[in-house]
C-alpha cells in the first residue's frame, strides 16, 4: 500500500510538473495584444491605487470607454476593468472580489453590456482566472459555476492550449498580426486605432441560444450587491456596428435581451443608457469601429466624452 501511495505521488509530481512546463512553452507565445490586455487588466488587482468610478463588462465596454477622457470630465480617478469575454456571473464575483479583498469603493459603477450575456454559461471563463491571479479567488469561480469543470484549474494546459497554434507560427516564423494593435494603455484601457482583419462588416447572425437563468440573476446582483455598499451604478449598452445592428435587432433573442436589461434597470432604479443601441448613429462612421460588435479608439474619442456628460447628471451629490 505504501509502495502504490509512493508511486502515486511520484507521478502526481512528474504530471503537474509536466503540465507546467507546457505552460511555460505556451505562454512564451502569447500574441503581444494577449500580453498587454493581461497586464492591463491585473493592474487594478495588483496597486493599492483607488479609483471613484469602476467600468465593469466584457470587451464591448472595455474598448468603448477610454478613463483618461472620463477622468478629465467627472474629476473622478476611473479604471476600465472590463475583461474580454466575460460574463454575469464572472463579473459579479469579480466585483464582489474588488469589494472585499481590495477594498475598492468606488462612487459609481458602470455596467456594460453585450446583447449575448444572459446566454453564456457561467463558468470561470476564459480570461478572468488569468487577469485576477488569485487562487482561492479562481477555486471560488470555479466552485461556485453553474457546471463546474476542475479540469482547467488543475491542468493549465487544458485552458492554454488555445495558444498552441500561436507557438506553432513562432516556430514556423509566422509573425501573424494581432487583432488589438495596441498604441498604449490607461488604466485598464487599450488605445487600438486598427480595425480586425477578416471581420464580417455586413453583419452576423443572431445565434439562437437559450436564456440562462442564473445569469440574469448575477447581472442583477452586481446592482444589488452595489446598492448594499452605497455605489450608485448604472448600465450602458456600447455601439455595434450599425449593419450588425440591422441584422439582429428584430430578432427575439435581442428583443428579449433588451427586455431583460430594461426590466432589471427599473426593478433596481438604475438608468440604462442606449437601450435600442442608435445612440450616436450618425456621428459613429465605419472607421470608428474595431470589429461588427467593438468600437476602436477612432470610436472611443467620441462615445467616451458623450457618456461622460451623461454620466455627470447621474452621479451621486
Excluded: C
Amino acid at each position: 500500500m505504501k509502495s502504490l501511495l509512493i508511486k502515486a505521488l511520484i507521478f502526481s509530481v512528474i504530471l503537474f510538473a509536466t503540465d507546467s512546463l507546457i505552460v511555460w512553452i505556451l505562454q512564451s507565445s502569447r500574441p503581444v495584444d494577449y500580453v498587454g490586455f493581461i497586464d492591463a487588466k491585473a493592474e487594478i488587482f495588483e496597486a493599492e491605487d483607488k479609483y471613484e468610478v469602476l467600468l465593469m463588462g466584457d470587451s464591448h465596454i472595455s474598448d468603448a470607454l477610454d478613463p483618461k477622457i472620463l477622468e478629465d470630465s467627472l474629476g473622478l480617478k476611473t479604471f476600465n476593468a472590463g475583461i474580454f469575454l466575460s460574463s454575469p456571473y464572472e463579473t459579479y464575483q469579480t466585483l464582489k472580489y474588488l469589494l472585499e479583498e481590495k477594498a475598492q469603493k468606488p462612487k459609481l459603477l458602470v455596467l456594460g453590456t453585450n446583447p449575448v450575456m444572459f446566454t453564456l454559461e457561467a463558468d470561470a471563463g476564459k480570461y478572468t482566472p488569468l487577469v485576477v491571479q488569485d487562487p482561492l479567488f479562481v477555486l471560488n469561480l470555479y466552485r461556485q459555476s453553474d457546471n463546474p469543470d476542475y479540469t482547467t484549474y488543475f491542468f493549465r494546459t487544458a485552458k492554454e492550449k488555445y495558444l498552441a497554434k500561436a507557438l506553432v507560427n513562432k516556430i514556423l516564423g509566422k509573425n501573424k498580426k494581432p487583432y488589438r494593435e495596441i498604441e498604449k494603455s490607461y488604466h485598464g484601457y487599450l488605445t487600438v486605432y486598427n480595425q480586425i482583419e477578416g471581420t464580417n462588416w455586413e453583419g452576423v447572425p443572431w445565434q439562437k441560444a437559450p436564456i440562462k437563468k442564473s445569469q440574469v440573476r448575477y447581472f442583477a446582483k452586481m446592482i444589488e450587491l452595489a446598492n448594499k455598499n452605497d455605489i450608485q451604478t448604472v448600465i450602458v449598452n456600447p455601439p455595434i456596428w450599425w449593419d450588425q445592428l440591422a441584422e439582429i435587432e428584430q430578432t427575439e433573442g435581442f428583443k428579449t435581451f433588451q427586455h431583460l436589461v430594461d426590466s432589471i434597470g427599473n426593478a433596481h432604479n438604475t438608468p440604462v443608457h442606449n437601450l435600442d443601441h442608435h445612440f450616436l448613429e450618425k456621428e459613429l462612421i465605419f472607421k470608428d469601429f474595431l470589429n461588427h460588435e467593438h468600437i476602436n479608439y477612432h470610436g472611443s474619442l467620441k462615445y467616451s466624452p458623450a457618456i461622460a456628460n451623461w454620466l455627470k447628471g447621474q452621479l451621486p451629490e
